[in-house]
């Protein structure tokens, strides 16, 4: 047997090459096509970034235009869905449901018969049906009626009424904007990752899909925004906090929100949700979760010398948004789907089957027993 080194959790393995997103991990710098996250965050939208992601530049005032007509044209759930959904048991995950529906849609669609279907088209109708999905079931467990299309809202007002059924307001829709704007790429992250591993088989656009929504519902990955909201909980109060991450951390126990395989500094990500919990805050006259934040923030700094990620301030813009915990990962899935997508057309671009080697460890010289033998 040739040994070689294990990389393990393929850290530092540059795996392919991409121009979707670059993350200098060391300046705390998230760039998308060459645009730094910042200035997107201020100025861009989800429909914009979207179009960045998929054809690799900025679109026109025109093009923009289009995008945002088709991805509202394409939210309607087929029937054959919408009857599913009905049928799912109400206390399912709503990760586990949209792994579900994702994958259900390629049967009532299958790529086969639709042209474009592993294409931008695929990309847009995956992007657009996502935040109906989640609506549907949403609205299945409180046992309110279907949604209702309103194809005059943006994607972030869509999702945001899907999972409240109430307007919006402007700061609403835009908070809510600029988390899909910072959600919707992040290089190779395990669910990219997944999505790529799927497409370089040659497999299909929503079996890509499938493979990273179950990867993003980890709480190593997508999941830990749910749990930064039940630390919170846990805590209570910021007096506590010291207390409660203390203890935590003496039982080796991860803190959510905190650590990333790539940042070695902030997340710049968390730097713009840290600003918009604390102005959602105080238009709420409620600054409760962003006093506990920056307490335990403090904390797991001087106890760890951890920088906060993306997740710490996701859970608690998304809580003051009025969207049940169950759904911050949801959330994250109905943005990070760009991302994923824009990989997988790049992955049919410059297709090389991903498929890596394990050392093996175990032993070779065994000989077989029959059955009536063995112990
Ligand atoms: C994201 C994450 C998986 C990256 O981990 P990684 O690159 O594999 O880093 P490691 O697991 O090797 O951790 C290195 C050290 O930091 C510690 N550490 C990392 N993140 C930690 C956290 N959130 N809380 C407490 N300790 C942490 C590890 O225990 C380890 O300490 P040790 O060397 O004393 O054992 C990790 O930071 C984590 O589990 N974070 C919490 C989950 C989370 O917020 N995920 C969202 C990511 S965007």
Redesign the pocket.
């Known amino acids: 047997m040739v040994e070689s080194a294990v990389q393990r959790?393929l850290?530092d393995v540059v795996a392919l090459e991409s121009r979707i997103c670059f993350i200098d991990g060391k300046g705390g710098r998230l760039i998308y096509e060459g645009y730094d996250i910042r200035e997107l965050a201020a100025r861009s939208t989800f429909e914009e970034i979207a179009y960045l992601l998929w054809y690799g530049r900025l679109p026109s005032a025109r093009q923009l235009e289009e995008l945002t007509t088709r991805l509202a044209t394409l939210r309607e759930v087929p029937a054959p869905l919408r009857r599913l959904l009905e049928q799912v048991p109400e206390s399912s995950s709503p990760m586990d449901v949209l792994r579900t529906a994702v994958s259900a849609l390629a049967v009532y669609e299958p790529s086969e018969s639709q042209p474009g279907a592993n294409s931008i088209g695929g990309a847009q109708r995956l992007t657009a049906v996502i935040p109906t999905i989640l609506g549907e079931f949403h609205r299945r467990r409180k046992g309110m009626p279907a949604i209702r299309a309103r194809p005059e809202l943006s994607h972030a007002a869509w999702l945001l009424y899907a999972l409240r059924d109430k307007e919006a307001s402007e700061l609403e829709s835009r908070a809510m904007d600029v988390a899909l704007i910072l959600h919707a790429d992040h290089e190779l992250n395990a669910s990219t990752f997944a999505a790529r591993v799927t497409a370089s088989t040659l497999s299909d656009l929503y079996s890509s899909v499938t493979s990273a929504i179950g990867t993003l519902k980890g709480?190593?990955?997508g999941g830990?925004n749910e749990r930064v909201m039940e630390l919170l909980e846990e805590i209570g109060t910021p007096e506590k906090a010291e207390e409660v991450v203390k203890a935590k951390?003496a039982r080796?126990?991860?803190?959510?929100?905190?650590?990333?395989?790539v940042y070695k500094v902030e997340?710049p990500r968390a730097t713009i949700l840290r600003d918009w919990s604390r102005r959602l805050g105080e238009t709420r006259g409620d600054l409760r979760y962003y006093h506990l934040l920056r307490e335990v923030e403090r904390v797991?700094h001087r106890e760890?010398g951890?920088y906060p990620?993306?997740?710490l301030y996701s859970g608690s813009v998304y809580s003051m948004l009025g969207i049940p915990k169950e759904f911050f990962t949801p959330i994250f899935a109905a943005s990070r789907v760009a991302g994923w997508t824009a990989h997988v057309l790049e992955e049919y671009q410059d297709l090389r089957l991903i498929r890596p080697t394990a050392q093996y460890v175990g032993p070779v010289d065994l000989h077989y027993t029959p059955l009536e033998l063995r112990e």
């Open positions: 959790g850290e709480p190593l990955h830990a951390l080796h126990e991860r803190i959510m929100g905190f650590g990333h395989r997340d797991v760890k951890l990620n993306v997740d």
